[in-house]
């Protein structure tokens, strides 16, 4: 291509709804000269045409973390300063991977948009999760090593310490984003966790708002929070624990009434709707329309509770999308997030759209 093709296909990159005309005046050229710039460019099969960008049938385009997960599960309670008898398991996970695996295997289009090492850590990901999402999005990187994240877990399941390495995320920048641009702006819906860095989440939800495209964010530790704007306008759904709403709002949260407040703080702040779950005590959930309490389901047997956070945003995606009433998409989340604390997988394997739908049909 030659430096006008270039600055053409680029222009069309940042931004595929502009008319030629529009085109034609940022190029500081005729519109019959784009034209004929256009019309090479499609015989080289670089663009495929002008016509307008529609959304993908229910695609999802999930931004964020791919990490290989391992897993100690001690056989007594820990000592600390001495050597714990545990069993080890591995899996692949990452908030972004986790939730496009569940509303994979809920029947939905998903696109993996994250960045990886080139290294047999990707190779597994890559293995294991192309059952149930597209990664053409996800790029190998030479010379960076894919995330990792180790957890701890107590005999009954329950985490006592993890460890992460996500130095890889800081690469995941805004240019790194914005080539993938004409496929964002084509999803039905965009996920993102808060392994990206803040620039990059500000960038996609900007994006979000300025497009209209339904957009869900998905913190991934307390930490992180500061990865989150103030301004959280264009956010459809922020969905958080108690940890993270009180490190990004900087208050205490352990009434009721705090609770609802902070809940309220953040619909303040700009997103449409709002969850901050509490493990057993449930979730506080809200809109404009009001904010209430959710009781958690009841779990016979915590098997692991990895997973369990990814499970919960997943199915209120899936139920978005699929048109149900708020209080419904809630206790989806619930159900789905309650089934998976008593699977060993931080995905389980039998969930399907028809699966969940029968649970919630049980829990009601």
């Known amino acids: 291509m030659n430096q ?14 502009l008319s030629q005309q529009e085109m034609a005046e940022r190029l500081n050229m005729s519109r019959p000269s784009l034209a004929n710039f256009i019309s090479n460019l499609m015989r080289q099969g670089k663009i495929l045409g002008r016509a307008y960008v529609l959304p993908e ?17 001690m056989d007594r309670p820990a000592q600390m300063g001495t050597s714990n008898p545990a069993s080890v398991s591995g899996s692949v996970g990452g908030v972004a991977r986790n ?46 090593s894919t995330g990792t994240y180790t957890a701890i877990l107590e005999p009954d399941g329950e985490m006592l310490l993890a460890m992460a390495d996500m130095k890889i995320y800081d690469s995941l920048t805004p240019d790194h984003i914005s080539k993938n641009d004409s496929t964002l702006l084509s999803a039905a819906f965009l ?34 929070m500061d990865r989150l704007g103030k301004d ?8 958080l624990n108690r940890d993270e709403a ?45 904010i209430r309490h959710y009781h958690a389901m009841q779990v016979d047997h915590v098997a692991d509770v990895t997973g369990a956070g990814d499970a919960f945003s997943s199915a209120i995606v ?16 619930m159900v789905n997030a309650a089934k998976t604390l008593e699977s060993n997988a931080t995905v389980r394997h039998e969930l399907t759209a028809i699966l969940l739908q029968k649970e919630l049909e049980e829990l009601q």
């Open 4 to 17: 006008k093709e270039v600055e053409v296909l680029e222009l069309i990159r940042r931004n595929p709804y």
């Open 57 to 73: 049938e229910k695609t999802v385009i999930s931004i964020g973390g791919a990490n290989v997960d391992r897993k100690f599960l």
């Open 99 to 144: 939730v496009a695996e569940n509303l994979g295997r809920l029947g939905h289009s998903v696109k993996l948009l994250s960045i990886v090492g080139n290294d047999p850590e990707w190779n597994l990901i890559e293995a294991a999760s192309s059952p149930f999402m597209s990664t053409e999005l996800t790029k190998a990187m030479d010379g960076l």
């Open 191 to 224: 996920v993102i966790d808060l392994n990206c860095p803040l620039e990059t989440v500000e960038y996609v939800r900007q994006l979000a708002l300025a497009n209209k495209i339904p957009l869900a964010v998905i913190p991934v530790s307390a930490p992180k």
């Open 232 to 239: 959280l306008a264009g956010i459809s759904w922020l969905i």
């Open 246 to 290: 009180s490190k990004f709002l900087q208050i205490p949260i352990e009434s009721m009434d705090e609770w609802h407040k902070a809940a309220q703080q953040l619909l303040d702040q700009g997103a449409e709707a709002v969850v901050i779950t509490g493990g057993k005590d449930g979730a506080i959930a809200g809109n404009s329309e009001g």
């Open 318 to 333: 899936h139920s978005v999308m699929d048109g149900q009433e708020f209080e419904s998409v809630i206790h989806s989340g």
